[in-house]
């Protein structure tokens, strides 16, 4: 069974940083390029950054360019999110997906971990 | 960035109705459409890729249909697990897209 488990989530002050894990098992990990999409409260989903199977190419939304870092560890079956200058608009629930496969299904995000919450506040 | 626009909002229907659900991109994506359902606290679940293909495991109740810049999704015979969000996604351009989302609730 494809299991993803988000953690790192919390409360955190404006302006502040946090580390975001997503431990894996029941699939090749490194055959599968891996996601981050976020969701804030009441709203649709939004993709946050992609990393490829190997590491080498990484994709950032323009919203968090700059400050979120993307990173895996194929031999831990784990992939993270670095996330610096955080701000109110980074709330929301943070999930780990799986891409469904490769090529054109990059960008098609299947299965998703159950979630973390990232509060940003004072 | 390709917009997409669903709608309605929100649907409310019977068990057993036919509904009808409309994602409309702001420029051509082909047939690189999903359509995802959510449930409170859980996460989002693909039921449609590629505009009109069924996700293995998913109802066949749920039918998608579309291409270039209009798509929908229709569920036949409404069951009371298919009340949910659904959220449509574009992944034929990076950055990736969702829709809004239409609220299917119980009449």
Known sequence: ?122 | DIQLTQSPSTLSASVGDSVTLTCRASQSIGRRLAWYQQKPGKPPKVVIYEASNLESGAPSTFSGSGSGTDFTLTISSLQPDDFANYFCQQYQTYSWTFGQGTKVEMK
């Open chain 1, 1 to 122: 069974e494809v299991q993803l488990v988000e953690s790192g989530g919390g409360l955190v002050k404006p302006g502040g940083s946090l580390t975001l894990s997503c431990e894996t098992s029941g699939f090749m990990f490194s055959a599968y390029s891996m996601n981050w999409v976020r969701q804030a409260p009441g709203k649709g989903p939004e993709w946050v950054a992609s990393i490829t199977n190997s590491g080498r190419e990484i994709y950032y939304a323009d919203a968090v360019e700059g400050r979120f870092i993307i990173a895996r560890d194929n031999g831990k079956n784990s992939l993270s999110l670095q996330m610096d200058r955080l701000g109110a608009e980074d709330t929301g629930v943070y999930y780990c997906a799986r891409s469904y496969g490769s090529g054109s299904f990059i960008g098609l995000f299947d299965p998703w971990g159950q979630g973390v919450l990232v509060s940003v506040s004072s």
